[in-house]
């Protein structure tokens, strides 16, 4: 099915292109944060959405604070306590055809050995997608999640997976869609997970470069994935470029290395000169490719586009300048590769705005924040 909508672009979670807003209530439990005071923080930011021509948006996984925290009783009937407002904000969303979705953090495992764990995952896309439902949205509003932890069993730990989506409750499996990761469960080992399950797919471009041992063929692979969406539902991905730039890590000088004069290892590459009474030196490493940059290279989102050529899908961008990378994103496009610009909606009486956007970037671009992603490779799932 091809519909006449032109395809999506979203950003995830923070905004930094309009300092003061937030995506979810951040006080701590001591001040009794709650979902109705989220639900304002991020009303504003579908305003600012609507303002950017921005219309898909990925909502904080913190959106309800504490909701499912077992030890704070008096958070868990946050998400029923706020039914009108979440249905109040459903149908805003709805009439302004911004598309939402949740990615919950990558502690929320399906496929840990330990059942204690596995239940409050279970609770936690519980919470998320009962939020998404009393907003009343279609299915075209997920939960997106990963396998998990190898836990020195690759095999195994892929199985496992099915038995925690199969103690999951309806509304969950409803809601639910699995993606390729970088460093752990390639696309074959998702697509193996679909073949036994149903559960919808979400195809990670930078994901399938990272990690992809079987060789499988991205445009085919890309069409398997799509087909796991039924009719009438768009599916979407997620595309971010890998972050080239060189890595730096501030270290500690010890007394004995100032002593020796051993500040600098040999062949080690810092920053600076490094001067024999300091305390700290920043050392240069090169890139982890599996790190998101700030922005998409417009050149490798054409190209991609280009080979997924007639199919169909909203994408979710991934560059740690969240807002700021589409609005640039969209200018590129139009510049360098205006038949993919199209696609997107952009032709010629977009271009006054575009060039007001990349003329307002030029004049100053925030910065983006310093911390990972969801989807940036977290070590300590491998050693869980």
Known sequence: MTSERPLRLGIPVKVIGKPGLKSNDTRRWQQNPHLKCSLEHV?????????????MYRLSSDLAPYATHPDMPQFHNMVAESDAELRAFGAKAKAL????????SQYVLLNSPDPKLTEKSIWDLSSQAEMLDRMQLGPEAVCVTHVGGVYDDHEASRARWIE??????????????????DIRFSAADVLWIHERTGVRLIFDYQHFWCLNPERLDMRQTLERFLATWPDGVRPKLHFSSPNTAMRELQQKITAKQRATGRTVKKGELTKAPVKAKARVKTVLRPPIWTGHADFQNPFEFATFMRMAEGLEFDIMLEGKSKDVSLLKLRADLYRYAPDVARRFGLDEDD????????????????????????????ADLETA
């Open 164 to 181: 925690g989506w199969e103690k999951c409750p309806e509304h969950v499996r409803r809601r639910l869609v699995l993606e390729n990761d």
């Open 97 to 104: 055809d911004i598309r939402l979705s949740f990615h919950p």
């Open 351 to 378: 271009a006054a705005a575009l060039a007001q956007d990349e003329a307002a970037l030029e004049a100053g671009a925030p910065e983006p924040e310093d911390v990972p992603d969801v989807d940036e490779g977290v």
């Open 43 to 55: 009303d504003a930011i579908l305003d600012y959405l609507v303002k950017e021509r921005i219309d």
